[in-house]
């Protein structure tokens, strides 16, 4: 996304080269947008500072799933993360590759287990016991000739410094074993004399949106605990440590900006030193999703209409709000936003941008300085490439927007928007 510099005034928004008002006019509002460039970018630089030797970078399609962006992520050879049979399905749709799918989740069912057996997904990522008897059985019963690759899903011990609902690596965390558990060397030294699985090592996913690196620096000093835990235990070296994803992306001015690069170099180097103590060489996985989308999304919205209430607050209403991106409502997320057509015009006003549905918290942002605001006008959130589209819902029966991919002043429709006839599609009279 960047404005348009040249001397037509007033200055307009642009995403992947076209005009942001045009593509509102389009496709309809709300839409979201997101600019191929950037994706691939980020891609790229994943690539090309983690992934020498063997090892790998798998995106978490979580953050934002479409048959267009397996596409992109087999172009760009990157890895998959799903962690549902339905992202599992898209990516077969989409002819991902299956040796390159990791199947994530902590509550797998039979049958998603029996889907990514059958479809030979590359790795399975056991979250706990119940979930590696389950697997054994569906192993067994589908008389695979080949075993079944597996990681085994660790909390680290680690409190994140992010928001609550984000940290995932602690030991009282719903994910994972407990790095030193018994359960945990229980499952160890089960899958290393089982020969329908073939355990490949850990994986450690310590939580989303970190902008500390030294919570990613414990996280890779425990795992290698646990690893000298089960050499001395078992006489046992991983072949895999995959570290998960979790790297922050800058909402606003004040958020720290970590970029790839760094948190790279710092799990290459922190792991290094263990590799080279320990004098074996893993291949090391990551695995980010809002890095790679989270900043190449923006939203357009149309405005409707403009209320200023007794004690001053004027508010802006928009055509969508927490039901294409509740995450405002859930983790008092923080975005910026600008008018598509004005960018050059004087903030000189503040508005809280509302959304449309029945809850007083669907608020996109509080108290934010805008140009003075029309009715009709196209306002753009930005960095809502992640956790937007994959977390909407239909809250008030709306229908979630369309998706739009924009390059080099193309746009193409990638989601189409949900129509009120998809709404009731799964209704049935009584
Ligand atoms: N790997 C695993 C196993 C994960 O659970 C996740 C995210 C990732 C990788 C990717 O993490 P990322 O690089 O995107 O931070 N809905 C929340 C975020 C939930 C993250 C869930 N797991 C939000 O909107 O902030």
């Known amino acids: 996304m960047e404005p348009q ?3 037509s005034r007033p200055q307009r ?4 080269g076209c005009d942001a008002v045009e593509l509102a006019e389009t496709h309809g509002t709300p839409l979201i947008c997101y ?5 691939r970018d980020n891609c790229r630089r994943y690539i090309a500072s983690f992934a020498r030797n063997d090892n790998r970078v798998a995106y978490a399609g979580k953050a934002f799933l479409c048959l267009a962006m397996c596409q992109i992520v087999a172009e760009e050879g990157l890895y998959l993360d799903v962690v549902s049979g339905g992202e599992l399905y898209t990516a077969l749709q989409a002819g991902f590759p299956a040796e390159k799918i990791y199947f994530h989740g902590n509550n797998k069912s039979l049958d998603e287990l029996t889907m990514a057996v059958t479809a030979k997904v590359g790795c399975i990522v056991v979250d706990n016991a119940h979930e590696y008897q389950n697997l054994k059985e569906v192993v067994k019963a589908k008389g695979s000739v080949r075993p079944v690759s597996i990681l085994l899903r660790v909390a680290a011990g680690v409190d994140a410094a992010t928001h609550p609902y984000v940290m995932t690596g602690h030991f009282d965390s719903k994910f994972g074993l407990s790095l030193g558990s018994q359960e945990l060397n229980n499952l160890v030294a089960d899958a290393l004399n089982e020969p329908s699985l073939t355990l490949m090592g850990f994986h450690s996913h ?11 620096a414990q996280a890779v000093d425990a795992l290698f605990a646990g690893v000298r835990h089960y050499l001395a235990l078992y006489k046992w070296l991983p072949l895999e440590l995959n570290m998960g994803g979790g790297l922050a992306v800058p909402y ?5 900006h970590v970029s790839p690069e760094e948190l790279c170099a710092l799990l290459l180097n922190t792991a290094q030193r263990h590799m080279d103590d320990l004098n074996f060489t893993p291949r090391l996985t990551v695995e980010p999703g809002r890095s790679i989308v989270g900043p190449a999304g923006t939203t357009l919205y149309r405005v409707g209409a403009i209320k200023r209430t007794p004690n001053g607050r004027c508010f802006v209403n928009v055509d969508g709000g927490m039901a ?10 923080k975005y910026t936003c600008s ?21 007083s918290g669907d608020i996109l942002i509080w108290d934010y300085p805008l140009p003075e605001m029309r009715s009709g006008d196209i306002l753009a959130v930005n960095t809502t490439g992640a956790y937007t589209y994959s977390m909407a819902s239909n809250y008030n029966r709306l229908p979630r927007p369309a998706v739009v991919l924009a390059k080099e002043g193309e746009a193409k429709l990638i989601i189409a928007r949900e129509t009120y006839s998809d709404l009731t599609r799964l209704d049935r009279p009584k």
């Open 324 to 333: 294409d991106n509740p995450r405002v409502a859930l983790y008092q997320a």
């Open 339 to 359: 008018v598509a057509d004005r960018l050059d015009q004087p903030r000189s006003f503040v508005y809280t941008v509302a959304g449309k549905t029945c809850e």
């Open 5 to 7: 510099n040249k001397n």
């Open 13 to 16: 928004l642009k995403i992947g």
């Open 35 to 39: 600019d191929e460039d950037v994706i």
């Open 206 to 216: 310590i939580g989303s949106q970190i902008a500390d690196l030294s919570s990613f």
């Open 252 to 256: 606003t001015d004040q958020d720290e």
